[in-house]
């Protein structure tokens, strides 16, 4: 539990920190790095729960993306200020690392392995935006729906 605080705070720092180097504007950093702690813990727990690694990059990167799309329209930025940040903790850089070596070194079959771990883990944040987007657009949908039918029905409705 301790482990997971510790790591918990330490992608809020690197999310707040990847955030300074791309030149987010300050009044989105904090936010930002929640973003990313948040996501990052779903990311856990679904490692925890022996979910599989391509299960939970696509849980973290839909919360990234859900996240990312409201955080912006609350500090009125662009949504890239905060998903590209906090998808810093995501990126399967020990596993491309490991491809590349393991190619240079001659270990084929290794490195094929490595580079289908990279693969899948791409694919499944690739996927995790998709799907975020696709949940933002049906949200976005149902509010100028329910928002229309609501202010329709009060102009009629003078109690209220």
């Not at 990311?43 to 409201?70: D, E, K, P, T, V």
């Not at 810093?88 to 392995?113: R, T």
């Not at 949940?135 to 209220?160: D, G, T």
């Amino acid at each position: 539990m301790l482990n997971l605080i510790i790591d918990l705070i330490l992608t809020y720092i690197g999310t707040v920190t990847f955030g300074v180097l791309i030149n987010v504007p300050r009044r989105g950093l904090n936010l930002g790095g929640w973003i990313g702690a948040l996501s990052f813990l779903a990311y856990r727990l679904c490692l925890m729960a022996n979910l599989g690694i391509a299960f939970a990059n696509l849980f973290g990167a839909l919360i990234i993306g859900i996240l990312s799309m409201q955080a912006a329209r609350y500090k009125r930025m662009p949504v890239i200020n905060f998903n590209i940040p906090a998808m810093v903790p995501f990126v399967p850089g020990g596993q491309a690392y490991q491809m590349i070596k393991n190619f240079a070194l001659g270990n084929v079959s290794e490195a094929i392995s490595f580079l289908l771990q990279v693969a899948v883990i791409a694919g499944s944040i690739a996927f995790g935006f998709l799907l975020a987007e696709m949940v933002n657009r049906v949200q976005a949908r149902l509010m100028v729906r329910f928002s229309s039918r609501w202010s329709h029905e009060n102009r009629h409705n003078p109690k209220l």
